[in-house]
């Protein structure tokens, strides 16, 4: 009797099973079509020009990416025509880089980032870049030494963030950014120079609009304000000056060049003022002198002060020429305004009024380096 109860049981446990297999809506990999990079651009008529990269799985396909573009008055319609153009069903749970025109930028981009926000198929782990050139341009054109320009994309992006080259571009940070009025978003930004893609430098954002761009040096120093440096790397150029070099003809050289690596930064930035308002900056810096163009004796104690004293002056100065340029702006990517905020209680600061702040804004800076390592010599 018992037997004949499990036999039953286990009967009806296999009807079961395939019943809910037979109910399952399965997506078979090799059909359909993984979007990694989509690109937008305006359009005439107040259209939007949508550029999909899809990534190629098939082993048997000549090229490992495929280029779908259309056009439409939305995002979600773009995304139906592109679906219509293609011989498989695209999906964006792969997304990882959604590339943005600047003339686009320049225009807004509440709308179209808030329609990727909120939808459920995309991750958290997009990537946000502005392009210089029309997306459409960048992700149809073909480049000897690339064979998917989506996974170029996104690991050129990718590697910068994480060697500390470049700010953040996650997706949901920019969103988050874009509601606070203590702080402007940043983004990477996308050079096309010939058959090679490049990250130029960083766009900068007064609300949801592109204001400007800094090149990719300033983007470190913007680093090391906004966020810790953990293994960071950075080219500095002293005066000569400033070195006691045992150069034999030092009158040939204008400039000294240093390296510095493994740098591991501290900031601070507090309000002394919040009339003016006058704002103190404290960086501190740990880190190796990897190399300097010029001879310099470096078993000597004075001789590394020295270095150290110019370095400090050149970081300084280099701040205050990115501040300048962002208070022309009336953008802060740095978040002074949060520090503002935070001191005044209850100011109901908006983004507008402290974008009419910001530009009349002081700031005190104090740099400390302190160079650990020299490597070995004789």
């Given at each position: ?57 098939d ?60 939808d ?18 960048i ?26 080259q ?12 874009l ?15 010939d058959?090679?893609?490049r ?21 470190l ?11 960071g ?6 005066p ?27 900031s ?6 919040p009339?003016?308002p006058?704002?103190h ?21 004075r ?10 002056e ?45 530009p ?17 010599t004789?």
């Amino acid at each position: 009797m018992k037997k004949s109860k499990a036999a039953g049981t286990a009967g009806l446990l296999i009807m079961a099973a395939a019943l809910a297999t037979g109910c399952l809506h399965t997506k078979v990999l090799e059909r359909l079509g993984l979007v990694i990079v989509a690109g937008i651009d305006m359009a005439p008529g107040d259209q939007l020009n949508g550029t999909s990269v899809l990534y190629e799985i098939d082993p048997e396909a000549r090229e490992r990416s495929n280029v779908i573009s259309s056009t439409a008055y939305t995002v979600k319609g773009i995304r139906l025509k592109n679906n219509a153009e293609s011989r498989k069903m695209l999906v964006s749970g792969q997304l990882r880089v959604l590339l943005l025109h600047e003339e686009l930028a320049k225009r807004g981009l509440t709308s179209i980032v808030d329609t990727f926000t909120r939808d459920p198929d995309i991750g958290s782990g997009v990537y946000l870049a502005i392009s210089q050139q029309p997306a459409f341009d960048i992700l149809t054109r073909r480049y000897p030494e690339i064979s998917n320009v989506g996974e170029y994309l996104f690991q050129s992006i990718k590697q910068n963030m994480e060697s500390e080259q470049m700010i953040s571009a996650m997706l949901h940070e920019f969103v988050r950014d874009l509601d606070s009025p203590g702080i402007d978003a940043s983004l990477p930004y996308v050079v096309q120079q010939d058959d090679e893609l490049r990250l130029q430098g960083a766009a900068l954002f007064r609300g949801d609009k592109m204001a400007g761009t800094i090149p990719l040096k300033e983007v470190l120093f913007l680093r090391l304000l906004k966020k810790r440096y953990t293994t960071g790397f950075f080219e500095l150029t002293l005066p000569q000056a400033a070195i006691i070099s045992q150069d034999k003809q030092p009158e040939k050289r204008k400039h000294t060049y240093v390296t510095l690596d493994s740098i591991h930064s501290k900031s601070s930035i507090s309000v002394l003022d919040p009339q003016q308002p006058l704002f103190h900056i404290k960086l501190r810096l740990r880190a190796r002198l990897l190399e300097i163009s010029v001879p310099v004796d470096l078993r000597e104690r004075r001789h590394l002060r020295q270095i150290e004293h110019a370095v400090n002056e050149e970081i300084k100065r280099s701040l205050e020429r990115l501040l300048q340029k962002t208070q022309k702006l009336a953008v802060d990517p740095v978040g002074f305004g949060n520090k503002y905020r935070a001191r005044i209680r209850h100011s109901g600061l908006t983004i507008e009024q402290w974008q009419q702040i910001y530009p009349k804004a002081k700031f005190r800076i104090e740099v400390s380096t302190n160079l650990l390592r020299t490597g070995q010599t004789d």
